[in-house]
């Protein structure tokens, strides 16, 4: 049953990242995204990272998408949006084309687990030493603040360069 639900999480997220991508309104392109950020928590906690389930809903599917909510409001974009009669076929058929492309995938990397990539990786009663030793917060805080801190802090200042930019070209219309 587990494998059932994170292959439906799995095509639900692609295709709402899909729909992100192809969405012309841009409130829709907002509304795909909350469904694509709420399935990527589904499959955390089908993998029992419930902490990240949630941090990826306080902070991804509420905080960082009122932002963005914000941000399109502010610079008034949508009003001119006309429904396209061609978008359920559409959307039927890019459904249909992840998940075969999801399938094929899992059918291809079925026996991936004895594979050397997974080797650099610890195994269940690794982790659970982990979690004992330093909590779930330290498991997850120390390689983020130590190995990919660089990456962390580019992120926060790609978003705050793209808020600037917004505020600054909303700013020149009114």
């Known amino acids: 049953m587990a494998e059932l639900l994170f292959y439906v999480f799995a095509a639900v997220a692609v295709g709402g990242a899909l729909g ?10 907002l509304l795909f995204m909350v469904i694509s950020l709420g ?5 955390f906690v089908l993998l029992e990272a419930h902490f990240l389930a949630a941090i990826q809903v306080i902070v991804y599917a509420g905080a960082i998408m009122v932002l963005f909510l914000f941000v399109i409001m502010l610079l008034n ?3 001119d949006y006309q429904a396209d009669l061609r978008t359920g076929f559409w959307s039927v058929l890019a459904f249909v084309a992840v998940g075969t492309v999801a399938g094929l995938l899992a059918r291809q ?5 004895e594979s050397p990539i997974y080797q650099h990786f610890p195994g269940p009663e690794a982790l659970d030493a982990l979690i004992a030793e330093q909590g779930v917060v330290g498991v997850i ?11 962390f802090e580019l992120t926060g200042l790609l978003l705050l360069v793209a808020l600037v930019g917004a505020v600054v070209i909303a700013k020149k219309r009114v």
């Open 20 to 29: 992100v991508v192809f969405q012309k309104n841009p409130v829709g392109s």
């Open 109 to 113: 990397f079925r026996g991936a687990a």
């Open 39 to 43: 399935s990527v928590a589904a499959l």
């Open 77 to 79: 974009l949508g009003h």
């Open 141 to 151: 805080a120390r390689p983020l603040f130590t190995d990919y801190v660089v990456a």
